[in-house]
């Protein structure tokens, strides 16, 4: 029973530090008090390893609306390619080189980690 009690205060606290800025605030809005919050930060690695785990999921579902935006930013982009002003067509394909060149730039990137992590596998 003391066990599910502290997971369920330990729960609480994870959605807490994932939506505040501060420990202050994670302690007011889970009513874990700021030393139970950095005890359990700097003693329990089950619970810093939740928290990185929500962590991560939060910006993964970030990346994913980012790309989900990606599609609607280029059409914007390619409407402004022939929009018939000057300033505005030359800054979007400016933009649609330079965000080009640098998703070129991060694949070579990540094929060459790739790559290398496969072969210290072997």
């Not at 939060?58 to 790309?67: A, C, D, H, M, N």
Request: net charge neutral.
């Amino acid at each position: 029973m003391a066990g599910e009690r502290k997971n369920h205060r330990q729960q609480t606290a994870l959605a807490a530090l994932i939506g505040s800025v501060t420990l202050d605030e994670a302690s007011s809005r889970s009513g874990v008090s700021r030393r139970t919050l950095e005890r359990w930060l700097s003693e329990d690695s089950e619970f810093v390893d939740q928290l990185r785990a929500a962590r991560a999921r939060v910006v993964e579902t970030s990346i994913s609306r980012l790309q989900d935006a990606c599609s609607a930013a280029v059409d914007t982009l390619e409407r402004n390619l022939e929009c018939g002003s000057p300033g505005v067509e030359i800054r979007s394909a400016v933009a649609i080189l330079e965000h080009s060149i640098r998703a070129i730039e991060l694949y070579d990137i990540e094929s060459r980690l790739r790559a290398l992590e496969t072969g210290r596998s072997r």
